[in-house]
């Protein structure tokens, strides 16, 4: 079975701070992992994904994630966080085939 | 990357009445769609998988006659709320994998639909 953890439902940055969002994930197979972001009522945009491949994943707006095997966890980063980036972001598990398994989310702050 | 348009973005109905929801990928042929629900402030719960040509399959705890899903074709999938009552408020939002991406291919979400139901 595959699982999503988000640590902090919330988090606040000073624009120009580093962006740390975690999670953490449960699969009891390889498992493909993914985060989005979510602006309010809207779908969800993929940011990045890992698919086995390198475990530092590159993804659009400057955010990348490192796939760590050994904490099975997938925190997503940003170097500089800018007032564009607030929103919510959730991390989802894949099995591989069809079903997804989202994180609760993680509603990003960036204050002025 | 690949297009998924949801239609209505928000709909209002009085109590009772039935809603359609509709799901197209846009630029890409898609043979599963996955229909969510998102309450406010909670992640997304996977309601349904539609599949073409076939029936619905459901998650454990969805009432298959309450949500009615359809996939006529592999572009259109359509979600059917019944009889639907204020409980049934929600956000709505449905995905679907690009056939190119294989196992490992993401989700493209649709922008989701606001259920309001008075």
């Known amino acids: 079975a595959q699982s999503v953890t988000q640590l902090g439902s919330h988090v606040s940055v000073s624009e120009g701070a580093l962006v740390l969002l975690r999670c953490n994930y449960s699969?009891?197979?390889?498992?493909?992992l993914f985060w989005y972001v979510q602006y309010p009522n809207q779908g969800l945009q993929l940011l990045l994904k890992y698919t086995s491949a390198a475990t530092l994943v590159k993804g659009i707006n400057g955010f990348e994630a490192e796939f760590k095997k050994s904490e099975t966890s997938f925190h997503l980063t940003k170097p500089s966080a800018h007032m564009s980036d607030a929103a919510e972001y959730f991390c989802a598990v894949s099995d591989g085939f069809n079903k997804f398994y989202f994180g609760s989310g993680t509603k990003l702050n960036v204050k002025p | 990357g690949a297009v998924v348009s949801q239609h209505p973005s928000r709909v209002i109905c009085k109590s009772g009445t039935s809603v359609k929801i509709e799901c197209r990928s846009l630029d890409f042929q898609a043979t599963t769609m996955f229909w969510y629900r998102q309450f406010p402030k909670q992640s997304l719960m996977l309601m349904a998988t539609s599949n073409e040509g076939s029936k619905a399959t459901y998650e454990q705890g969805v009432e298959k006659d309450k949500f009615l899903i359809n996939h006529a074709s592999l572009t259109l999938s359509t979600l059917t709320v019944t009889s639907a009552h204020p409980e049934d408020s929600s956000f709505y939002i449905c995905?679907?994998?690009?056939?190119?991406?294989?196992?490992?291919?993401?989700?493209?979400f649709g922008e989701g639909s606001r259920l309001t139901v008075l």
């Open positions: 699969s009891s197979v390889p498992p493909y």
């Open positions: 995905s679907a994998r690009s056939l190119a991406g294989g196992n490992t291919g993401e989700l493209f």
